[in-house]
């Protein structure tokens, strides 16, 4: 996480205009790190905060990252470096540590819940602006409904809480790497990021079994991130299908 300082220091101020270096202490990034943070993405971040902010501040950015002077970069090199900046995968200003860890347990708080009624213990929370919209926990049995899983539950409470079927600048928190159905109603919500605990190997896709959000043909909007603690968010529901196994051989003997 970045932090946000007044200090404006004059070995940048030669590189960087001015209006651009208060456009970046207002998403917080310290300008003395500047060099750290690849220039499409911080330009990426930006463009998120000032949707109007030109081109122009790409071409300043690769500039003082290269150590070049803006004048050297030709036309055509200015289109090559705006076909880059379209081609990464949607990327937001980091949260901080505290943050997902904060999110995220509410979330595992809800996949506990789905134990009481024998159900798949995963569990998903919306945050909206920093504030819960959404919750859920899979309730496929209780429901008698293939698709009652923990996202789709808790993005169906956000839209009505909103009432908006898009949850533009939404974030999703789910203790399990989503599966296809559930990343497909991700995407067409608009959530801004997925955030998950553990990977699920069979189905998972994110980054298990598919890359779904590396696609661009089907995500130009959704970011994901993850997995948080295989072993925190993952135990519950590997102790829980090792129990229902037990159970079964036990029946069946």
């Known amino acids: 996480m970045y932090y946000f300082k007044k200090t404006i220091y004059p070995a940048i101020m030669n590189n960087l205009s001015f209006y651009l270096q208060q456009r970046i202490q207002e998403i917080n990034i310290d300008l003395s790190d500047m060099k750290n943070i690849d220039y499409l ?14 081109y122009d501040a ?21 289109k090559q470096l705006i076909q880059q900046y379209k081609n990464i995968p949607p990327t937001y200003l980091p949260l901080s540590r505290n943050i997902i860890n904060k999110y995220m347990d509410m979330a595992l708080y809800e996949a506990e819940q789905a134990l009481q009624y ?20 899979n309730e496929t049995i209780t429901k008698c409904d293939v698709t009652a899983h923990a996202e789709i539950n808790a993005i169906q409470i956000a839209q009505r809480t909103l009432g908006n079927y898009r949850l533009n600048h939404s ?17 067409n919500a608009r959530l801004r990021r997925v955030i998950y605990g553990a990977c699920e190997p069979l189905t998972g896709s994110i980054s ?5 959000l590396a696609n661009k043909n089907v995500n130009i909007v959704t970011e ?21 196994r037990k159970n079964k051989f036990f029946n069946d003997f």
Not at 60 to 78: C, M, P, T, V
Not at 208 to 212: G, I, P
Not at 224 to 239: F, Q
């Open 41 to 54: 993405q911080l330009f990426k971040w930006l463009r998120d905060k000032f949707p109007s902010l030109s």
């Open 58 to 78: 790409l071409f300043e950015l690769y500039a003082f990252h290269n150590n070049i002077n803006i004048s050297n970069l030709d036309a055509d090199f200015k």
């Open 118 to 137: 024998n159900e798949v213990p995963i569990g998903a929370i919306v945050v909206f602006d920093n504030n819960i919209i959404g919750y859920g926990h």
């Open 171 to 187: 974030d999703i928190y789910v203790t399990i790497e989503p599966c296809l159905m559930c990343i497909g109603a991700i995407i």
């Open 208 to 212: 298990s079994q598919f890359q779904t």
């Open 224 to 244: 994901g991130i993850g997995p948080i603690d295989n072993t925190k968010y993952g135990t519950i529901l590997k102790r829980f299908f090792y129990n229902s």
